[in-house]
């Protein structure tokens, strides 16, 4: 194709004068060295999504910085995980500028020149790409990548004015999805403040005329009660059928989820587990079928994933689902739970690894409201939180468009012409 050549990232390196980099070794940055504030330090685990997430993100001073200034990251470097994820890469944006390149990371710094940063990061999350970085990395306990790999990376390289494009077709796609994530987060804080309000502080509709009365729990208001979760609501666990049995597995059609589903869609609502098992994977295992809209949580390992199932479902063993019901209904529930993974963690036992069981989880107490205030909750938060639902799947059509589109747009496949393609 015209214009489009084959090239490796090294070869567009050395033609730059750019680069391919491991960050710091452990003996250049020590724990001590690592403070409350100051400058982010990029780890492995803080990328996701192809961007840096600071939820959990280390920092240290300005003069460890200086020290270290070599792994100093600027805007348009891509950022690599070396070990475990393999293919794992973010975008360092202009907010990111300045920030350190940490230990377990690979940094490609190749300027604006001859590859655009945001093509370059598009064209690195392509299927076929990761794939390739996954069959080259090193390592029989755990794959690690090395600056040598990323060097060897084959690029189909368009001109720079095609490069443009390409990402900017793609950034639309990316754009409209973070804003929808955005939104998902407003109206999430917005049921979450709501709940607390009315059922933490007791600040409900109304609340001014009725007394509070001592309980279990301590104060509460008078005409609400305590009880037990195994008296208040049904819960069911989980199961797995034998691996070995192709017959429970090979073209089921009944969702089962893992906790690894919750975990790595993070998100409200689940449309559909990543496996599914057949009638007879069902009946020759633990697993038991729920109602959809039920609300799963994550027991054991990973406490306190939540999430609703938009379709009747089962799951593994490392769940409890809790079934709504008139008097819990379903985003009283689920709010409850969310509101309380504090205390499920403090209640999880276990030497391996911790897990709250069914026994434990129905001892614990929780406050139910008139059944007029409850309901009117629900009516409340019904709303947002099937806003919710619609942004999610607006979501997941946009990322299936984006990566139809991806290789396609990267191999020349489609055409572009004018920032569109054809």
């Known amino acids: ?29 020590h724990q001590s060295d690592y403070s409350d504030n100051g400058v982010p330090v990029v780890m492995p685990k803080d990328i996701a999504d192809g961007q840096i997430i600071t939820d959990s993100i280390a920092r240290i001073s300005e ?40 230990t377990g990371c690979l940094r490609i710094s190749l300027g604006q020149t001859v590859i655009n940063s945001l093509f370059l990061h598009y064209y690195l999350r392509q299927n076929d790409v990761v794939g390739w970085i996954t069959n080259q990395a090193v390592g029989a306990t755990m794959p690690n990548l090395n600056t040598g790999i990323l060097r ?19 950034a639309a796609y990316d754009e409209l999805i973070e804003n929808n994530q955005r939104r998902i987060g407003v109206l999430e804080e917005m049921a979450r403040r709501l709940y607390r309000e009315w059922f933490v502080h007791f600040r409900f509709p109304g609340h001014e005329t009725v007394k509070m009365i001592e309980s279990e729990l301590g104060q509460i208001p008078a005409g609400w009660e305590v009880k037990k979760v195994g008296d208040a609501f049904d819960i069911c666990g989980g199961g ?14 009944l969702q089962w989820y893992s906790p690894r589903d919750l975990t790595n869609s993070n998100t409200m609502f689940m449309d559909d587990s990543a496996d599914h098992i057949t ?28 999430a609703i199932n938009t379709k009747e479902a089962c799951t593994n063993q490392g769940f409890i689902t809790c079934i709504p019901n008139e008097r819990v209904p379903l985003y009283f529930l689920y709010h409850w739970l969310v509101e309380n993974v504090p205390v499920f963690h403090l209640m999880a036992s276990g030497a391996t690894f911790k897990e709250i069981s069914r026994g434990v989880f129905k001892t614990i107490e ?9 309901k009117c909750f629900e009516k409340t938060v019904m709303p947002i939180s099937e806003q919710i639902l619609i942004l999610q799947r607006q979501i997941q059509n946009l990322r299936q468009t984006r990566d139809l ?14 920032g569109s393609y054809e």
């Not at 797995?240 to 059609?253: C, F, I, L, Q, V």
């Not at 994977?281 to 406490?303: C, D, E, H, N």
């Open 279 to 306: 009638e007879l994977g069902l009946a020759k295992s633990s697993a038991k079928m729920f109602p959809a809209r039920s609300v799963m949580l994550t027991s054991r390992a990973t406490i306190g994933a939540i």
């Open 152 to 170: 060897n990376i084959p690029i189909y390289l368009p001109p720079l004015p095609i490069q443009r494009r390409i990402a900017g077709i793609l």
């Open 405 to 418: 589109l991806l290789p396609r747009l990267m191999s020349g496949r489609l055409e572009v012409k004018g």
């Open 63 to 102: 003069d460890h910085v200086e020290r270290l200034s070599r792994h100093k990251l600027l805007n348009g470097d891509i950022v690599f995980g070396r070990r475990g994820d393999i293919g794992r890469q973010a975008l360092i944006k202009a907010k990111e500028a300045g920030w350190l390149c940490g």
């Open 366 to 374: 929780l406050i139910i409201p008139p059944e007029k205030i409850v």
């Open 1 to 29: 194709m015209g214009g489009w050549r084959k090239t490796t990232l090294g070869e567009i390196c050395n033609e730059v004068n750019g680069i391919i980099q491991t960050g710091p070794f452990g003996s250049q940055l």
């Open 240 to 253: 797995t059928p034998s691996r070995a049995k192709d017959e429970y597995w090979n073209n089921g059609m």
